[in-house]
């Protein structure tokens, strides 16, 4: 039995063929980080699901192939024939609530040509994993986490290794929890080469292809609208950060999107990465995410000096009782004062 990293890559893993998918639909489906909704516009960001998925399979040998039928507006047809021409053993695919019924339709259809496994992952599966596995025998395994997670290990039949996934195994369903992480963690580049990156549109883009990254996992705010408030957070170590973004560098890509939900949670570690930044002088244009209470006008300046030129803020109201009564967790003032 192979033990894994301490942020899940099996060095001994068998090599698998694994197709990752974004199943088709007419409507721009955005099936990401566990949020699923119809793109209101032209835009649609790169599936951060499958690129981080993709860069532990890829780190652990696995021969991969990325179908994102979504962007690539493919029918249901030519997406089951470039599945069927790669022959997987598995495919990994993006579902959400607003389209459950369509892509259990079409992941159906591809067990039935011949795909082995098929293992879910999206905000409908994180919420009902059991109840839906149980509705649905085509569907082996669910992943609960796209930066840690045991799908090597389910694949090998080692399923008590399976963390941060709902697994299939005989006629018994269950869940197989990560324990206690450090607060740090490592994951390699995405192999973004795989990805159509001509199709990925954000509407602020000064420059195009572009590569998307992360710096930390969850948020540890209680905004109580949110259903991820104060899930457990973790940062990614800076020369982790700094190795992902030298890869974008080599390949000449000049814009790069943060994905975070919260950017600069931890002081030094937003100091570490953007002084990093600067110190390589990579040239990129980059975004991000971020709170009115957590940018200071040094770290603004830093940020600036090293490209960024877009931060977006979830500000939510104006009014400070809506604010208080939803535990945002920020005042009108911290709002008017980082925007000045």
């Not at 532990?56 to 192939?65: F, I, S, T, V």
């Not at 509407?203 to 998307?212: D, L, V």
């Amino acid at each position: 039995m192979t033990a894994p990293h301490a942020d899940g890559i099996y060095t001994g893993a068998v090599p698998r063929k694994i197709l990752l998918l974004n199943p088709p639909d007419d409507r721009l489906y955005i099936r990401d980080q566990f949020c699923s909704h119809v793109s209101k516009g032209t835009y649609y960001w790169q599936p951060l699901d499958l690129l981080m998925i993709s860069a532990r399979l890829h780190a652990e040998g696995h021969q991969l192939a990325v179908v994102d039928a979504i962007a690539e507006r493919l029918a249901p047809e030519e997406t089951q024939r470039r599945i069927q021409a790669f022959a997987p053993e598995a495919i990994v695919f993006l579902t959400g609530s607003d389209s459950f019924a369509e892509d259990m339709a079409f992941v159906e259809e591809a067990k039935r040509r011949g795909v082995a496994t098929a293992v879910g992952i999206g905000d409908i599966l994180r919420e009902k994993s059991e109840a839906l596995m149980v509705r649905h025998p085509a569907l082996d395994a669910c992943m609960t986490d796209f930066v840690t997670h045991g799908l090597s290990a389910f694949l090998d039949g080692r399923r008590d290794e399976a963390e941060n996934m709902t697994v299939r195994e005989g006629t018994t369903i269950k869940k197989i929890a990560a324990g206690t992480k450090p607060r740090y963690f490592t994951i390699p580049p995405p192999p973004y080469h795989l990805f159509p990156l001509d199709r990925y549109r954000m509407p602020y883009n000064r420059y195009h292809p572009y590569a998307t990254i992360v710096t930390s996992t969850w948020c540890p705010f209680g905004c109580s609208y949110c259903p991820f408030a104060r899930t457990p957070y973790r940062l990614r170590e800076p020369e982790d950060v700094l190795a992902n973004l030298e890869a974008i560098h080599a390949m000449g890509i000049r814009q790069v999107h943060i994905a975070d939900w919260t950017f600069a949670v931890d002081k030094r570690q937003a100091h570490a990465i953007v002084q990093g930044m600067l110190a390589r002088n990579f040239g990129f244009t980059w975004s991000c995410l971020s709170r009115v209470d957590l940018m200071t006008r040094e770290l603004m300046d830093l940020m600036k000096r090293a490209g960024c030129d877009l931060i977006e803020f979830g500000v939510e109201s104006g009014n400070q009782a809506i604010l208080d009564r939803y535990d945002k967790g920020i005042t009108v003032e911290e709002i008017r004062r980082t925007f000045d």
